[in-house]
């Protein structure tokens, strides 16, 4: 902590956290806040640019969802597989690109 008088009347402490979370209190013995009525939201530019990142990836996701659109882990899946399809030795080069041709789950298609 550092500390310093200003004006000749008021003393001003300086405190670091450890972890950012809400303290219930400044001093020990002081009143407790409610911190469920604190306002802890934060902008995505307060973070750092991993974890925006992170967070844009999540709110696409999410937004591909609620349309029926694919992810984008799906949407590299499908690409990976577009380019993996007329590869060399691979049993579906020449043919038309069909996805639906592979089976993503490893489970066995039903008997006819």
């Not at 000749?8 to 979370?21: A, H």
């Not at 984008?72 to 020449?94: C, I, N, T, V, Y």
Request: charged content about 30%; glycine content about 4%.
């Amino acid at each position: 902590a550092v500390w310093h008088v200003e004006d000749s009347r008021f003393v001003s402490v300086t405190m670091e956290k450890r972890k950012k979370i809400w303290w219930k209190s400044a001093l020990a013995g002081d009143a407790e806040i409610d911190t469920q009525k604190v306002d802890s939201t934060c902008s995505i530019d307060d973070y750092d640019q991993p974890t925006q990142a992170a967070i844009e990836k999540l709110m696409f996701d999410q937004h591909q969802k609620m349309q029926g659109k694919p992810t984008s882990d799906e949407l590299q899946q499908h690409d990976m597989l577009r380019k993996a399809w007329d590869a060399e030795g691979s049993p579906f080069k020449g043919t038309p690109f069909d996805p639906s041709a592979i089976n993503f789950s490893g489970q066995q298609p039903p008997l006819p």
